[in-house]
């Protein structure tokens, strides 16, 4: 079974790469905290809106693509498993694309009519008492 | 004797372990599985038909404090999983330097650090349920026989909050204290002649909180401002509208449910590994199953790092 970290850790040149080893992972680590403080703050300060929405969300990606890049060797491994990766990574992203049509962007067509009788649908409540005649 | 020819050296398959290939084969259906229920997320929330008000777009989804939310804690999670996605990695190269010990060391701590997220996770958890935030439980219809049931179980809760929870929990804030008169004299009210459950709604939320499809029929724009009891006293557990909030919860519950039974079975291995560690059968020749471990691991987090802005921030 063959391991990412390849060298003899005995080895100078072993040493050598378990140290940049470390030293990208602590790097990676500290800069997903600081995107995720990123993130808190993005919100706290702008709120909901679709600013806010695209760096936060952007923000998530670059975090994903660290986390895959250098914790999951993905760097090093892309050669072997990129075969498996983009095709799902397609498929994903279309399943959620092929929706949107049918569910998303009906409802701009939907008369504003329509949108405030649902609104005015009022039935007075005339709650009696269990054993009031 | 014949002489045997020898035959050229050739690699048969991948130049991948079968562990890591299996591994990676199985994340790629894990990677649709979340892909289905994020997908579900995405294309509920933003299929709703949203209003217009005061020439301002709002969309009637639920905001994380309607639904009990706190940033804070979705933040610390993920703080918490990065940390176990960081010890996980050095837990590799550790035993890839052959230092056995700190390995064992570090899956500890990662375990310990899986435990924690789980726990506050269970943490959030009590609170919907003690808030009753719960698929198919959460009020959206204040009309027709929704509405009486609305009613009655506010009625019920009030009774509760009046003669149970202020008898335990004596009211100590100025804020506390109006809550608990409010309380008081909206049971009073509830069955007066003219209260519909879209008053009673706006009484326990306020006429700032209410949204627009919930409007009582008396509503008039800069008409009234009434501060409702929760924004008195936002620990009362007092049931009140959030349109499409069951639909949120289904999607909060199967999102954050499924996630959570993945970390349950990422903390399983890890118990595995200590134990093999604890009867001495853990060592260097170990280092493709905690990398492939790690594998699985890192995907966990990744997939939180989507859930948490997607259901605490945007």
Redo the contacts between chains.
């Keep these: 079974m063959t391991d990412t970290l390849s060298p003899h850790p005995a080895t100078p040149s072993g040493h050598n790469e378990d140290s940049a080893h470390f030293k990208a992972y602590m790097v990676v680590f500290a800069l997903l905290c600081v995107f995720t403080a990123v993130s808190f703050v993005v919100n706290h300060i702008l709120g909901q809106n679709h600013t806010s929405m695209l760096i936060i969300l952007g923000v998530a990606v670059v975090k994903a693509l660290c986390v895959a890049m250098i914790f999951m060797h993905l760097k090093t491994d892309w050669g072997k498993v990129f075969f498996i990766v983009i095709p799902v990574s397609v498929m994903s992203v279309m399943m959620i694309i092929v929706l949107l049509p049918d569910i998303v962007l009906t409802w701009h067509h939907q008369p504003i009519e329509a949108q405030a009788a649902l609104d005015s649908q009022v039935i007075p409540l005339n709650v009696q008492p269990k054993g009031t005649p | 004797m014949e002489h045997e020819v020898e035959e050229p050296q050739g690699h048969m398959g ?8 299996a591994m ?2 199985f994340l ?1 259906t894990e ?2 599985f979340f ?2 229920l994020i ?1 579900v997320y ?3 929330r ?6 217009t008000v005061l020439g301002k777009e709002i969309s009637p989804w639920p ?1 994380p404090h309607e639904v009990h939310l706190e ?2 804690i979705g ?1 610390f999670n ?2 918490v999983l ?2 176990s ?2 010890t996980v ?2 837990a ?2 550790a035993l ?3 230092n056995v010990k700190k390995a064992v060391m570090h899956i500890g701590i990662t375990l310990v650090l899986g435990c924690v997220f789980l726990g506050v996770k269970g943490y959030e958890y009590y609170g919907k349920i003690t808030h009753e935030i719960l698929p198919s439980r959460i009020f959206e219809k204040l ?2 026989p929704a ?2 049931r609305f ?2 179980h506010v009625e019920e809760q009030l009774k509760h909050i009046l003669e149970e929870h202020y008898k335990n929990h004596a009211p100590v804030t100025e804020n506390q204290k109006i809550a608990k008169e409010e309380c008081e004299k909206l049971l009073k009210d509830l ?1 007066a002649p003219g ?4 008053k009673i709604n706006e009484r326990i939320v306020g006429t700032d909180k209410v949204k ?2 919930d ?1 009582p ?1 008396d509503w008039v724009l800069g008409g009234k401002d009434i501060k409702g009891i929760l924004e008195y006293d936002p620990d009362l557990h007092l049931a009140h509208s959030i349109p499409y909030g069951n639909l949120w919860a289904s999607c909060y519950f199967a999102m954050t449910g499924f996630h959570a039974i993945h970390v349950l079975g990422g903390l399983v291995i890890f118990v595995i590994i200590l134990v093999m560690a604890a009867l001495g059968k853990f060592g260097t020749q170990h ?2 199953m905690i ?1 492939v471990t ?2 699985y691991w ?2 966990v ?2 997939v939180w ?2 859930l ?2 997607l259901l ?3």
């Design positions: 991948l130049p991948l372990g079968n562990g890591k290939l990676w084969l790629v990677i649709m892909t289905a997908g995405i294309i509920s933003n299929g709703l038909p949203g209003r905001a940033e804070w933040a993920t703080f990065i940390c996605s960081l990695v050095l590799h190269l890839h330097q052959g009309d027709g509405g009486v009613v009655l069955r209260m519909t459950p879209r627009p499809v409007r029929e280092a493709s990398e790690g594998l890192h995907f987090d990744i790092i989507f948490f802005p605490y921030l945007v």
